[in-house]
């Protein structure tokens, strides 16, 4: 069973920067590969990046792509997305999302589990 927490959201002016977590108390967090998705208000929810389960690949949306960097320590159970340069348009719930894939997936309906999300706003 995997049991996502986001942490690490806030509130931040326009090019700042946060760092969100994700973690789970599971034993087979490695197998999983791990995204990262955002919803504002109004809108559905969209990808914004993800990382397989070894690490090896990351991938991104092009609206975060080069602000944005996710990395994971599987040894801690947890996976981080780094967020700088921050926008406005950023702010949103993100959330973390776990399925089995090998490889990134980018679709809502390709994850399984889902953390609670954490609430991210951006004030210009």
């Known amino acids: 069973q995997v049991h996502l927490v986001e942490s690490g959201g806030g509130s931040v002016q326009a090019g700042g920067s946060l760092r969100l977590s994700c973690a789970d108390s599971?034993?087979?967090?490695?197998?999983?590969?791990i995204g990262w998705f955002r919803q504002a208000p109004g809108k559905e929810r969209a990808f914004v990046g993800g990382?397989?389960?070894?690490?090896?690949?990351?991938d991104y949306s092009d609206s975060v792509k080069g602000r944005f960097t996710i990395s994971r320590d599987n040894a801690k159970n947890t996976v981080y997305l780094q967020m700088n340069s921050l926008k406005p348009e950023d702010t949103a719930i993100y959330y973390c999302?776990?399925?089995?894939?090998?490889?990134?997936?980018?679709?809502?309906?390709?994850?399984?589990?889902w953390g609670q999300g954490t609430q991210v706003t951006v004030s210009s």
């Open positions: 999302a776990a399925d089995q894939n090998l490889l990134v997936r980018t679709t809502v309906n390709e994850y399984y589990y």
């Open positions: 599971g034993r087979i967090f490695s197998r999983y590969t």
């Open positions: 990382i397989s389960w070894l690490g090896e690949t990351a």
